[in-house]
Structure formats: C-alpha cells, structure tokens
T-cell receptor
Framework: DSGVTQTPKHLITATGQRVTLRCSPRSGDLSVYWYQQSLDQGLQFLIQYYNGEERAKGNILERFSAQQFPDLHSELNLSSLELGDSALYFC?????????????FGPGTRLTVL | AQSVSQHNHHVILSEAASLELGCNYSYGGTVNLFWYVQYPGQHLQLLLKYFSGDPLVKGIKGFEAEFIKSKFSFNLRKPSVQWSDTAEYFCAALGPESSASKIIFGSGTRLSIRP
C-alpha cells in the first residue's frame, strides 16, 4: 500500500458525459501528479499540482482539468468523454515539487467510456 | 523532443535466467532516470533511480541499472529472475528541475517468467 488513495476504482459512463476522479496523496506530500495509462498510448503524464498550484503540464487535453484543494487532495475532471478516453488513470504524490523525489502511485481508477 | 524508448515490448524468460531490459532516452544535459515496476493488478512502484554519482544503481528485489551517458542508456538488469518478477517494467526520465520539468515514461516492457 503506497498511502495514495484514489476513488472510484472503476467508472463506467457514456460518451459526452463528465466524470470526476479523486486522489488523496500520502500524508505530508504536497505534490500530486495525474497520469493516463492506455494500451495504445502507454503511460502519459497529464498534470502536476504542488501545494494547490499547477506546477507542470503534460499531454492533458483541453476537455480535462484538475485542481488541488487546501487539504491537498486533488480531482481530475474529464468532460465531453470520448471512447478513446477509456484508460487507467493514476494519481501519484511526492513530498515536494522537486522532480527527483520519489513518486508514490495510487491504485488507479479504471474509466470505461461506452 | 524528449523521449524514452524501451525497445523490448514483451520478454519471456525461464526462472533463473538473467535479465536485461533496454532503455534509451533523448534528453540533453542533466537527467534523472527511474525504473518502475507494475505487478499485475497493482500500482507502479519504484525499483530504483539515478540522479548522480555511481552510474551503477542498486535497487530493490535484486535489480540494478547502469547509466551509460555516452549511449544515453539506462538498462535494467537482474542476474537471476524469479516467477514473481512477472510484471510490466517502465523506464522514465526527468529533465533538469530548473523549471517544472515533466517525467516521461517509456512504453513499458512486459516480462513473463516461465516457472
């Protein structure tokens, strides 16, 4: 158990819908990262937040957005869902915003868009 | 563009065989390198990491990796694999931390160990 929690574990929804994925980092970690893992694209970094502020942006679509709240949990919002958004979404946390700190990954949320 | 390449998509070995998984990166300058493992149905876990110093890095579970700057490589090795090493292995690289650099993962190598 990494100490990072993600809810829900599984999510099944339809195209065009909007979903919110939630992540709670390890106790004391200030940085949260979101990743998308799909069969064709592999593991892609989406976005990083550090202490409530956006720190780095990766291959995140405009239909997707994220935020980190004062209690440091983070939410990833996916809207106007398409079939290709079906993937495993991982959250990771690290102690600081410095890249070389180890990232601890959560169990992931499996999103299926029908 | 920065990239990380793992050329072996699927490796099948027998128990006790030696393992080497290739990883090449295309960053210039200072780079931090990682190997992560994802066991079936589980989250990613860090095996080892290289930031500076000794280019031969020891990790958990008997794994090691060697950073060869001239070859832009960071290959993962284990002298004798076990069935429990069956997993997907990801190499990752992170550029200089001067400004919000982002970690880039390779496409992963699936390792299957025959008992």
């Amino acid at each position: 158990d990494s100490g990072v929690t993600q809810t829900p574990k599984h999510l099944i929804t339809a195209t065009g819908q909007r979903v919110t994925l939630r992540c709670s980092p390890r106790s004391g970690d200030l940085s949260v990262y979101w990743y998308q893992q799909s069969l064709d694209q592999g593991l892609q970094f989406l976005i990083q937040y550090y202490n409530g502020e956006e720190r780095a942006k990766g291959n995140i679509l405009e239909r997707f957005s994220a935020q980190q709240f004062p209690d440091l949990h983070s939410e990833l919002n996916l809207s106007s869902l398409e079939l290709g958004d079906s993937a495993l979404y991982f959250c990771a946390s690290s102690a600081s915003g410095i890249g070389h700190n180890e990232q601890f990954f959560g169990p992931g949320t499996r999103l299926t868009v029908l | 563009a920065q990239s990380v390449s793992q050329h072996n998509h699927h490796v099948i070995l027998s128990e006790a065989a030696s393992l080497e998984l290739g990883c090449n990166y295309s960053y210039g300058g200072t780079v931090n390198l990682f190997w992560y493992v994802q066991y079936p149905g589980q989250h990613l876990q860090l095996l080892l990491k290289y930031f500076s110093g000794d280019p031969l890095v020891k990790g958990i579970k008997g794994f090691e990796a060697e950073f060869i700057k001239s070859k832009f490589s960071f290959n993962l090795r284990k002298p004798s694999v076990q069935w429990s090493d069956t997993a997907e292995y990801f190499c990752a690289a992170l550029g200089p931390e001067s400004s919000a650099s982002k970690i880039i993962f390779g496409s992963g190598t699936r390792l299957s160990i025959r008992p």
